[in-house]
């Protein structure tokens, strides 16, 4: 599986972003998908998570009632609409797969996109 995001950008506080990411390879096997974040010093964090039919989603509480996860499985696109950006959003926005690669047996693998960066200026 292959992913790569795209739609970071440099937004005033109060502004938004969408992000995207295109998965390309043995997207049949992707179980779930999700964003995560890692500001510089910190360590990564799940930002928001959506399942393979895109039926349930979760959400840090940092970024709840802000940020919208979805999918297109047609396109087999994921999406981060992030509104009412704040400064401590600044991060680099990493897209997550967690495939199945098991014939038998659950066996999941975590695959990363390269990252986008958001900035977010007060």
């Known amino acids: 599986v292959q992913l790569v995001e795209s739609g970071g950008g440099l937004v005033q506080a109060g502004g938004s972003l969408r992000l995207s990411c295109a998965a390309s390879g043995s997207t049949v096997s992707i179980r779930s998908m999700g964003w995560y974040r890692q500001a510089p010093g910190k360590q990564r964090e799940l930002v928001a998570a959506?399942?393979?039919?895109?039926?349930?989603?979760r959400y840090s509480d940092s970024v709840k009632g802000r940020f919208t996860i979805s999918r297109d499985n047609a396109e087999n696109t994921m999406y981060l609409q992030m509104n009412s950006l704040k400064p401590e959003d600044t991060a680099v926005y990493y897209c997550n797969a967690r495939v199945d690669r098991g014939a038998i047996y659950v066996i999941l693998d975590d695959y990363w996109g390269q990252g986008t960066q958001v900035t977010v200026s007060s």
């Open positions: 959506v399942t393979a039919g895109g039926s349930s989603t």
